[in-house]
């Protein structure tokens, strides 16, 4: 790609990111290429507005190297003063087909999962989200201690308004 392509490349991704204006918080943390079973990948943020809603989603990359038609995820928020709410959460994350669902271009897919709709923060102060993945081969008890293909784990705030 000629240095043209890549300054117009770069030039319209800052475009679309600088018009996120719902954003209120966007992170990811790199897991390697293989997303460990012991691993807990943790976000930590001060709470926004605490009037208002908020869309909370978790934000997955992965790559050819997934297996697997679903994901299962359990993440825990941590609320100011210690009071946690822990969900399980499953995601479909292929079609019939084994092609990866998600946007992106290239073999990496970026997935952005719902985790909480319209939620209010109750308190103010510092808020932790702790994100583990739950994924089980079918008929075995153990956990995948290293599931492939995952790269990426992400937290994301959205305002409703």
């Known amino acids: 790609m000629s240095l043209k392509n890549s300054l117009f490349v770069l030039s319209v991704t800052l475009l679309l990111v600088s018009c996120d204006k719902k954003r209120v ?7 390697g290429s293989s997303w460990q079973k012991d691993s807990v990948v943790t976000f930590k943020f001060n709470s926004p507005d605490t009037t208002k809603p908020y869309n909370l989603y978790v934000n997955i990359r992965d790559n050819n190297d997934y297996q697997f038609s679903n994901l299962f995820l359990i993440v825990a928020l941590e609320q100011p003063g210690g009071l946690t709410k822990v969900d399980t959460l499953q ?26 709709e319209k939620m209010k923060f109750a308190k103010t102060g510092e808020y932790k989200v702790s994100i583990k993945h739950a994924v089980r081969q079918t008929g075995k008890i153990p956990g995948i201690a290293q599931l492939a293909g995952i790269t990426d784990v992400g937290f994301r705030i959205e305002s409703t308004e």
């Open 25 to 31: 918080f966007d992170k990811y943390k790199s897991v």
């Open 91 to 116: 995601y479909k994350m292929t079609e019939a087909d084994g092609t990866l669902l998600g946007d992106g271009f290239t073999d990496i897919k970026e997935n952005k999962l719902f985790y909480k």
